[in-house]
């Protein structure tokens, strides 16, 4: 007995010891979906010692048997995992900051959004669902810190223009690149919103330096849908809408306007003209939107394939303008073998519209100041069907604008890629594609030669232009990839050629018997027909290195040079160097214990890019230049002769930009709380301008490369997750932008731009201020014994007739920032999602005002003008009537307001049919809501709408330093839209 219980203690000691030995514990680490994960921490709890999974995701490491690991991976939730003295343990981490895992698509390739190093932001599905619209624009506003979606007017057939981290330029074009499938391009009015799958923003130097010359205004990756389910998903939408000008404005009724005509000088038989038209009335109403898509989409045996159609059509709150887009789209993947796959992306669009005329006065047409300055006391058409015309002077009523013309314009257009893709190893591979952007566009114009007083005038007029663009690309690149222990590496080179051609036709005719033929042919006079070509090509060699160091060191170098055919010999290639790196501390030891950080990494970036968005009729401008001795045909000969209209400046190139970049991204709280920050400073010089040169030369003036500009801002992200539980989830996404722009040197040359009405320029550039300011007198009021408006003069006087010395900077268009707020709360199958997008410190010049409010015509005015001066010692601030003089509503600070605004951009109420009765439908899913848009406007501005931008459409000095003017602009609406989504 004795002797079995020494030898049961013997064993009971051994074992003891033994358990307190360490022991090697093996594995490995995979993903939920079963994927292994390569460079996961594994850590012994309270201890230094630790190891990195390997490339299969196995780890090995030695431990107390007691001892409990610690698993942890960028984007995953960290795991603790006790040992219990197992010598193999196969561990499974489940996702927690989904975000750092998502493949994010960078310039020729992709990347994991923990990963990058630049300043980059993504507009993902989730934010595309939440909006149903026609434009890509609409979809970018408010969504992302940085970036200013500029709207022209809010009529269908008008460009959005998108400045990424302020205006780059003066005479160049200040918009960002857009890369379609890879497929540079600048129109996106007629891309399809309802095929994109995600947006990716390159806001720095660093991100966009990959394209060199074509990156410093930003760049825009659209990335379309491809099939990612192995049974064929075929999806619906639709969606029906309804849309309102927000307001109207008040302007003299009949009896009002009879006495202000009284009151400078007019007179006629007002019998004849006793209506009382309300002509806001007669040009607005009820808009009318429509939607439909179908796509069809699977993934199996190799094969990926996207298939869509659709058609949307919008007709505007103002009568006659129209928009409408029929578009198809094909994206096909086919792995062909192991080592070969192939593909193409095209999609096909016809595009149309009916535009209508603003951002002018009624007597050049402009439809809305025409609607507020027409007298209210004609009708529509006089007795014999014609339309009538203002009792004083032959200037059209805004019907007649609007339906006295025929003016379609049609586009049709291709685009779309081929490639090839070869994988020589697991590690290397080569990739070569072909892309294509053809477009032909043709705009009809035929006024009728009765209807119209100007149609009389010149017995019809008919025109016909043509434009064809023309573009390629070839892309060849080779990728590396490897990674060896916790070193990964991705190296990218390769070279692009692009070559873009430009033609354009048009001709115009007069002198029409009749209105049956509404084309130029049928008209016996040519007033004027030219014919231009122009083309383009660049040469590229890009190259790119990522490094990475256990997800914990970060970096990243790209390098482009150019070389391009418009600009001079001597300067022909540029070279465009960017670097960025980060550091992920929350990786580090030191961090490593702290719970309440999930992720937590710096970065910063340094680049040069290029500008090279010039005019095509400027591609041959580093020669000396010849043109016609009239571009004109008149009584049917041609102007013989030509002569020097250039000077050669063979030193001739692009725009630069070195930008700076530094930037934080937070996650804390269990991933609930996101936070992004960026600071960055941009310096432009060489910018392309036209200079004086001695008349000696022959020349006035001769384009070089002056000037120096700069915007500097901060930016601010925060995403949160407020509340989360089983049926109620509510989440909050809201970036604010700070940019401040500069023009720092323009060697003595200002630029003087938009004349308002036969007035003076409204807006200035100029070296220590921003871009576009306002330019005018600063307004004093009435004297009260004269009724004449007085202005303030150099010397601090009071005077009624200033010099033009006297004019200063009165308004900045520029924002002090810019915002975004969008709150999404979900409860069990219903969703609302609450999106607020507002500016703020900006300042708008309301010219519509001086055409409402200067008394100068016969045109009606606004309800302002019945407190104007009208007796000596009246103390008014409105001046008196005077006809045929302007000095009473000059360019002043009288007509400059607050264009802050806050709006209701969204507001979408949403539900999920329940499984069971989408199924009894034979559906996988349907969804229906309602979305209410630009619902409600907390604004000062006097004016339709504060969102107002008359002159931004082009590349030029008017188009970059045009914000912020209204001049009967067609203003934003108000949108009800009723839509479903069904899939199956």
Partial sequence: ?????????????????????????????????????????????????????????????????????????????????????????????????????????????????????????????????????????????????????????????????????????????????????GVPAQDTRSLNPADIESISVLKDASSAAIYGAQGANGVVLITTKRGTTAKPKVELSAYYGVASVRKKLDVLNADQYRQLATDLGYSTDWTKYNANTDWQDEIFRTGASQNYQLAVSGKNEGTSYYISGGFAKQLGVIESSEMARANFKVNLDQKVNNWLTIGTNVAYTRYNDVSITDDTNVNGGGVLLGALTTPPNIGIFNADGTYASNPFQQWENPLASLYGSTRPYKNQRLLGNAYGEIKFTPDLKFRSSLGIDYINAVSDYFLDPYLTSYGRQNNGIARNETNLTNYWISDNTLTYAKKIGKNNFNILGGFVAQKYRYENTYIQTTGFSGNTIPTTNAGSVIGSAYNNKSEKFNNSIIGRVNYDYAGKYLFTANFRADASSVFGPNTRWGYFPSFSAGWRLSEESF???????????????????????????????????????????????????????????????????????????????????TFSADAYIKDTKDLLQTYPVPRSTGFDFALKNIGTLRNKGLEFLVSSKNIVQKDFQWNTDFNISFNRNEVTALYGQQYFLNTISGRSEASLVTEGQPM???????????????????????????????????????????????????????????????????????????????????????????????????????????PKASVNNTDNSRISTRFVENGSYLRVKTATLSYNLPKTIASKLRLANIRVYATGENLFTFTKYSGFD????????????????GFGIDYGTYPQTRNLIFGLNASF
Avoid: H
């Fill in 946 to 961: 504060p969102e107002v931008n008359a002159f931004t459409s082009g590349n030029s000095a008017n188009t970059n330093g």
């Fill in 1 to 181: 007995m004795q002797k079995r219980i020494t030898l049961f203690c013997t064993f009971l000691l051994a074992s003891v010891f033994a358990y307190g030995q360490n022991i090697i514990v093996k594995g490995t680490v995979k993903d939920q979906k079963g994927e292994t994960l390569p460079g996961v921490s594994v850590r012994v709890k309270d201890s230094d010692a630790g190891v990195a999974t390997d490339v299969n995701g196995a780890f090995s490491i030695n431990t107390a048997p007691n001892s409990t690991l610690i698993f942890s991976y960028i984007g995953f939730a960290t795991k603790e995992q006790a040992v219990s003295g197992q010598t193999v343990m196969n561990i499974v981490l489940a996702e927690g900051n989904k975000a750092l895992n998502e493949v994010v698509v960078v310039g020729y390739g992709t990347q994991r959004k923990g990963d990058i190093t630049g300043a980059v932001s993504v507009i993902g599905k989730k934010d595309l669902d939440q909006r149903p619209n026609t434009q890509i624009g609409n979809l970018i506003e408010g969504k992302t810190a940085g970036v200013q979606v500029v709207s022209p007017s809010g009529s269908p057939s008008a460009t959005l223009s998108i400045k990424i981290r302020g205006t780059n330029s003066i005479n160049a074009g200040s918009s960002p690149l857009y890369v379609i499938d």
């Fill in 772 to 878: 576009g300011v306002f330019y005018g007198y600063i307004y004093e009021g009435v004297d009260p014994q004269t009724g004449n408006a007085l202005y303030l003069t150099k010397s601090g006087e009071k005077s009624s007739s200033p010099s033009a010395d006297d004019r200063t900077i009165i308004g900045n268009p520029n924002p002090d920032f810019i915002y975004g707020l969008t709150n999404t709360f979900s409860y069990k199958d219903f969703s609302f999602t609450l999106f607020l997008q507002g500016s703020q410190g900006n300042d708008i010049f309301n010219a519509t005002r001086i055409e409402t409010e200067g008394m100068t015509g016969p045109q009606n005015q606004s309800t302002a003008i019945l407190s104007r001066w009208t007796t000596p010692g009246q103390v008014t601030n409105i």
């Fill in 591 to 673: 961090l490593k214990d702290v719970t309440v950080i999930n992720d937590l990494k710096l970065r910063a970036g340094y680049g040069i890019v290029g500008n090279d968005q010039i005019s095509n009729s400027n591609y041959y401008s580093y020669l000396g230049g010849v043109s016609s001795g009239s571009n004109y045909i008149i009584g049917g000969n041609i102007q013989p002769g030509n002569y020097p209209s250039s000077i050669e400046n063979r030193n001739l190139k692009w725009e630069e930009t070195k930008q700076t970049n530094i930037g934080i991204d937070l996650t804390i709280l269990n991933n609930r709380l």
